[in-house]
Structures are given as C-alpha cells and as structure tokens.
C-alpha cells in the first residue's frame, strides 16, 4: 500500500512563494499539479474554489500578484505582521502569505487542530511585538471570536481584521465595530487575487462595474488573472474585452448604494456559501448517490446564524433504506461519505429523509420550494 505524502509545511510553502514572487519557478497550488506548460509571467497558479462548476487552475501574473499586495496595504494603512487562520490551498489564505513576505515577515500561523480561542491565542503570543498585526478571516471565525470575551480586546488591537468568504450580516459587523475592532469587509475571487473590493470600495488600480444586461458583479485592473491554465478565453468565458480592456465577469450579482458602494446581493448561481466554504450542491449530491441506501438527493441552503447558509440534504431512500434506521444516523451516514469523498466542510449538516422533490410545471426540481421544505424541517 502506498505511503500517504505529507502535506508540505508553512516554511515550505513560504519558500516558495518567495521565490515565485523573485522570479523562481511559479508556485503551484496541489490542486493544479499537473497543469500544462504555463506563461513566461505566471508567478502563481492556484484553484478555484469551484463555486460555478469545477475548480479551475488560473494563472497569477508576478504583476498582478503584486499590485494586490501593494493595494491592499495601502487599503489598511500600512504594511506589518499577519497572523494565518485561513487554509493555504485558497487564494485567501495565500494572500496572507504573500502580504507577510511582501512585508517582510513570515504569517504566523494557528497551532493545528480545530479553530478554537485558545488556539488564536497561542497563535496571537507568537506575533512580533511593536510591529503593526492584520488578521484575515470568514464570518464564523469572527462570530466565535467575539463570543469569547476575553478576546474582543485582542481583536480590537489588531490594526485591521479583513472579513470575506462569505456575505456578511449588518449585525456582525456592527457588533465588531461597537467592539472597537477595525474591521473591513473584502470581495473577491482567485481571478483577481482575492479580495479587491474593500467595504464596497475597488482598491487602487481597480474598476468594478455592474452589468446591465444580468446584474452580475465586473471586475478589471491591475489584479486581475492572466486566465485559465490551458484554457485560453474562448467565447463565452468569464474574461471578455471590451474598449481594449480587460473584465472579470463574476458569478455573483450586485448594485452601488447611494454612496457609489458595491452591495453584493448573492449568487447567480445555486452555490451555497456556509462559513466561508463554496459547497457546489450538484457535486455533493452525486457523492450522496453513491450510497446504496440512498435513490436521490438534492442539497439545498438553510439560513443559519452560525455559518450564514448551511447545506441541507433532502434524500429519497432506495429499496435497501438505511441498516441503522435513525435520522441522526443517516446523517452521520451521510456526512460521512461526503467528507471522505471531497471534505468534510462541504458535507451537509442535516439528512431530511423525503418521497419525492417539489417540481416545476417544467418537471423540473424546484429548488426553491426544496429549500423552503428543508427550512422548515430544520425548524421543526
């Protein structure tokens, strides 16, 4: 049998970003360890979170890479010592990565293990003193931040905490800020370096428009992706050209409020976002399918305090049902296969056993009323 591979550590992938930025050999992400002869200016070529579909490999020019370390630190006053709480494998955790080397330091990460206040604050001791610290982070990690109140204080003496990954409610952020802390909310995607829209504001060297044909979020400058590995920009691609410029057509809609602020309004897509995951529902229900005892599933959103959205599973049993007979079972049946298959985050967090789906007139799954259905299980 063969021997599992040890996941590279933080010195090692530090190393080499570092010499990706200097002009070393690109960083490649492990999702795209096989991609294909790469531009002569790629420094960097990570994944997608796959939130349209399949994860794409997109190629991060030493430019663009760099334009966003730079304007970011100017977004936050300054540049200085960060503290990790996110994965590497994204671009958000990356980000941290690089803004610490443009910086001149290496992140400091979290002990292994799960999020807890303790370990932010074993991480949070091991930061240099005297020298300005930034923190990155998805909505759920701030909500149990600031439950735990010792670490309020801690939070606030940060000098900015960036928030993205997910949307956001006014309530969170308005208990952060009462709190003292100086919190700014990003969005962004891998295609334009992570987040580059600050509290509703492009950064420096950024435009963003709105389409007027379907609502959907554009992006252009200095930080946006070269493109694809392999993929070029064919027609239809989510990089167009228009008056000789360059735009990245997201798959989220938006508007500008009266202060000319983007206010991202959510998907255009089914995607759910729970904790700052991209669960792509028709991925984890053919995983579920997998299972003898399951027909069908379907996976739809729940509004959830804790993770904003959760993933919830409404499940047609096959003939063979379920041996252990209990819902919590099925769940854990479930949930179980899921996080071996793809990850554990992606798994749903509650099994609604159901004969049948609410259709269309079309015939096709309403998942709307699906996700209303889900809804009000979970409540009762």
Request: aromatic share 4%.
């Amino acid at each position: 049998m063969a021997t599992p591979s040890r996941a590279p550590s933080l010195d090692s992938i530090c190393d080499r970003v570092e010499s990706a930025l200097t002009g070393g050999q690109p960083y490649v992400s492990d999702d795209c360890a096989s991609t294909s002869a790469l531009r002569s200016d790629t420094a960097l070529v990570v994944a997608t979170s796959g939130s349209t579909g399949q994860p794409k490999c997109v190629e991060l020019s030493h430019q663009a890479v760099l334009a966003s370390a730079s304007a970011s630190a100017a977004a936050v006053g300054g540049s200085g010592a960060w503290l990790l709480a996110l994965p590497v494998s994204g671009m958000a955790g990356l980000n941290v990565v690089i803004r610490s080397i443009v910086a001149g330091y290496r992140p400091v990460p979290l002990p292994p293990g799960s999020f807890t206040p303790e370990a932010f604050l074993a991480a949070y001791s091991q930061l240099p003193a005297g020298v300005p610290a930034y923190l990155s982070v998805v909505p759920t990690q701030l909500r149990r931040l600031l439950a735990a109140s010792p670490l309020v204080d801690t939070l606030a003496s940060f000098a900015t905490v960036l928030i993205g990954g997910a949307m956001v409610d006014d309530d969170l952020m308005d208990h952060a800020r009462a709190a003292g802390i100086n919190l700014v909310q990003t969005y962004g995607m891998t295609e334009t370096c992570g987040g580059c829209v600050y509290d509703g504001s492009p950064l420096p060297g950024v435009s963003v428009a709105v389409s007027e044909d379907d609502g959907r979020v554009e992006l252009a400058g200095s930080v946006l992706a070269s493109g694809y590995v392999a993929g070029g920009e064919e027609p239809g691609s989510d990089f167009v050209v228009r008056d000789g410029e360059r735009w990245f057509r997201a798959h989220d809609l938006g508007e500008f409020d009266e202060q000319n602020r983007l206010r991202i309004l959510g998907r255009s897509d089914d995607v759910i976002i729970s904790g700052g995951e991209n669960i792509v529902p028709q991925r984890v229900e053919g995983v579920i399918r997998e299972l003898p005892q399951v027909r069908d599933a379907l996976v739809v959103p729940v509004p959830d305090t804790q993770w904003g959205q959760k993933a919830v599973a409404l499940v047609i049993l096959s003939s063979l049902g379920v041996s252990v007979g209990q819902p919590d079972s099925l769940t854990g049946l479930v949930r179980a296969h899921v996080g071996q298959r793809l990850r554990p985050q992606l798994a749903p967090r509650q099994v609604i056993v159901v004969e049948r789906f609410p259709q269309l007139s079309s015939g096709k799954v309403d998942r709307a009323a699906a996700a209303a259905l889900a809804q009000a299980s979970s409540l009762g």
